[in-house]
């Protein structure tokens, strides 16, 4: 069983900045793909950005320009740094994992972090 653990969600002002991390682990034999959705009230999971092994990345429109994903495979983390934020990116922010543990392959998502933008 593979574990996520997000941290680094709060509330900043429009504008501002924010940076969250997510760390995996468990029995991981290899991740692929690691990256960040959310979900606004009343709305579905909407994809925010993904990362490869490799560094190929991903965006949504919507983030394009202002968020970075970046990960560290010898830590199996992955960052995601929000800049110029809005308050239509007020959400919970969840991170995804997929990959090879050490008996299966994997899916995971983490608990999810709150990121309120308002001022």
């Known amino acids: 069983q593979v574990q996520l653990v997000e941290s680094g969600g709060g509330l900043v002002e429009p504008g501002g900045s924010l940076r969250l991390s997510c760390a995996a682990s468990?029995?991981?034999?290899?991740?692929?793909?690691m990256g960040w959705y959310r979900q606004a009230p009343g709305k579905e999971r909407e994809l925010v950005a993904t990362?490869?092994?490799?560094?190929?990345?991903n965006y949504a429109d919507s983030v394009k320009g202002r968020f970075t994903i970046s990960r560290d495979n010898a830590k199996n983390t992955v960052y995601l740094e929000m800049n110029s934020l809005k308050p239509e990116d007020t959400a919970v922010y969840y991170c995804?994992?997929?990959?090879?543990?050490?008996?299966?392959?994997?899916?995971?998502w983490g608990q999810g972090t709150q990121v309120t933008v308002s001022s």
């Open positions: 995804y994992a997929e990959g090879v543990g050490v008996t299966a392959k994997f899916q995971s």
């Open positions: 468990g029995r991981i034999f290899s991740i692929n793909a």
């Open positions: 990362i490869t092994s490799g560094g190929t990345t």
